[in-house]
């Protein structure tokens, strides 16, 4: 005959088989009463897997689950990020990217609790034909799962950090994107000038023209709408981009890719009527733009401009550099020109001074000769 000892928290009874049973009601994580039962040798057997059982629904109510590996909190908290508006779509897209290079390495299918720190240490040295900036960012992935593990009580100290886990350092030379040199821009302003768009193709001359004359970012140029373009004050109002983002959906974000990047640009006197001509070329469209692909009825992506900036580099005998390069040409202009660099970072909309001097040094550098023969004829001046 079974015996059956009721208690507080549950229920408590001996089996005919010569087993316990341990039978308590519980509210899941969804809020829905359950019932469950833990079987055992003894009652005390029963208690702690009974025990055992709530320390780890209590973890998963914290949101966070015991058996979780490093992809999946990781995908937690990018996606709460993205909710709660810390990064936009374009953001959160790139976040998963980096989580997927984890998720495809064996260390993202086991929970993050089993995993041994040799096999992580294993792992990011398997990292080093990536950029730095890559390896940096997943190492930093790698920190915050572990944080947050520690911080949800999942693990009771954090093994990521007193591992004393280092950040590998990349094999890739660090790549630097550099601007086209004066006669090189002489001849692509010749080409692009001389070039009529066949068989009805789409035409990114002008985009190309405004980058040079502006250090614009691609993106910003494909997003520039009729009334960016102020004439009267002698400026373009830069206040959106065309960004990629969630399954690479393509669309318009207002607001430019750094918090600086929302910002006037003035208008040189070689740029006004490349624009005055684009405004003139424009077709209507549902957005504003000045730039939009009638053909296929959707926004005009970097990518397109960039294959078209290629070809005209094959034509003119430029070596093939992404149109980027136009940016840091327009920055080198502007560099010898003595543009103040406090200047030139506004107008590049960068967030910082020390990105300015630091994404330029090597112009800066040869800049000093010129400074000193200035210095020498202020001060010959002066005695």
């Known amino acids: 005959m079974l015996q059956k000892e009721s208690k507080s928290e549950g229920s408590l009874r001996w089996r005919s088989n010569g087993t316990f049973e341990f039978r308590v009601a519980y509210y899941d994580i969804e809020g829905k009463r359950k019932v469950k039962s833990f079987y055992g040798q003894s009652d005390v057997v029963c208690h702690r897997k009974a025990e055992k059982f709530f320390e780890e629904l209590e973890k998963e109510k914290r949101g966070i689950g015991i058996h979780d590996t490093i992809p999946e909190i990781l995908k937690r908290k990018c996606k709460e990020d993205f909710e709660l508006n810390y990064v936009g779509e374009q953001g959160y897209s790139r976040n998963l990217d980096t989580i997927a290079i984890i998720e495809r390495n064996y260390i993202g299918s086991i929970p993050l609790i089993d995993i041994p720190m040799p096999m992580i240490d294993m792992f990011l040295r398997t990292l080093t034909d ?19 593990a520690y911080n949800k009580g999942i693990i009771e100290q954090n093994t990521f950090e007193t591992a004393n886990i280092r950040c590998p350092k990349s094999n890739k030379p660090k790549k630097k994107v550099t601007g086209l040199t004066k006669a090189e821009q002489a001849r692509f302003v010749d080409y692009l000038e001389q070039h009529e768009a066949q068989n009805g193709r789409n035409d990114y001359k002008a985009q190309l023209m405004i980058a040079l004359y502006s250090g614009m970012r691609m993106g910003e140029i494909n997003a520039l709408k009729t009334d960016s373009i102020d004439f009267e004050q002698g400026v373009i109002h830069v206040s959106s981009t065309i960004s990629s983002g969630l399954n690479n959906r393509v669309f318009l974000k207002e607001g430019a890719k750094t918090s600086a990047g929302v910002r006037d640009v003035p208008i040189m006197y070689r740029l006004k009527p490349i624009l005055q001509q684009a405004i003139e070329n424009a077709s209507e469209n549902e957005y504003g733009l000045l730039f939009y692909d009638d053909k296929h009825d959707k926004f005009i992506t970097t990518g397109q401009v960039n294959e078209f900036f290629k070809r005209a580099c094959d034509k003119c005998d430029i070596p093939k550099r992404g149109q980027h390069s136009l940016r840091h040409t327009f920055a080198t202009r502007c560099i010898e020109a003595d543009i103040s660099p406090v200047v030139l970072k506004n107008w590049l909309g960068h967030t910082d001074i020390h990105i300015t001097l630091d994404t330029y040094a090597d112009v800066f550098s040869y800049m000093h000769n010129d400074a000193i023969m200035k210095l020498d004829n202020y001060i010959a001046k002066i005695v």
């Open 130 to 148: 990536y950029s730095q900036s890559l390896i940096s960012k997943v190492y930093r992935y790698i920190r915050v799962a572990y944080q947050t």
